[in-house]
């Protein structure tokens, strides 16, 4: 006997059924879809050098950093970002937030077109966020959206290099690039 598998239809089904599941998956525009599990040392040591960056300048007891164990709501479903922060709140228990003011992800050769265009599309939608940031594992190069006082997104705005910094604005943050790139990438 086939049994056929019965898939959540909206984002709140998917959070219970993904729950304890081996892998990772996203729900977007009410499908599940199977993500990326293993990633290279490169994507590892940005991931936890950005969020460690994060985390001391912004501190922990008024912001939530985590990593892509944490889902994003979007207009469209849940996202699993490398990186976000959203203001302190919300139950222990939530397996998302709806209110994140910055997400972030590395690029890997199966994430390029959806990390600038439908994911871009979906986070960029989300009324908090402030920034949205792309990183290259393979050179130092981040593309950085932001947006204004007015409600408005400028970018994305490339910054290559490791001599400058990156500005976050809206969240009194600068990234060195220097710290995020050493030993991961070529200058």
């Not at 959540?8 to 993500?35: D, H, Q, S, Y």
């Not at 939530?64 to 970002?81: L, N, Q």
């Not at 709140?89 to 709806?98: E, H, K, N, P």
């Amino acid at each position: 006997m086939n049994i056929q598998p019965t898939y959540p239809g909206t984002a709140e089904e998917f959070l219970v059924w993904n729950e304890g599941r081996e892998g990772k998956r996203e729900f977007v525009r009410g499908k599940v879809v199977e993500m990326m599990i293993n990633v290279s040392r490169n994507h590892v040591r940005l991931a936890t050098r950005l969020l460690k960056q994060l985390a001391d300048q912004l501190g922990m007891d008024h912001f939530d950093i985590g990593s892509a164990d944490f889902g994003v709501r979007t207009d469209d479903g849940i996202r699993f970002p490398d990186i976000f922060v959203e203001a302190a709140g919300g139950s222990g228990r939530d397996l998302a937030t709806d209110r994140p003011l910055l997400v972030a992800e590395i690029l890997s050769p199966s994430s390029i077109a959806d990390d600038f265009g439908p994911k871009a599309q979906d986070y960029l939608a989300i009324g908090s966020l402030r920034h949205y940031l792309v990183l290259s594992q393979d050179e130092p190069r981040i593309w950085l959206w932001s947006r204004d006082a007015e409600g408005g997104w400028s970018g994305p705005q490339m910054i290559a290099g490791t001599d400058g910094p990156v500005v976050l604005d809206g969240l009194d943050v600068t990234l060195d690039m220097k710290a995020l790139y050493t030993g991961v990438a070529s200058a």
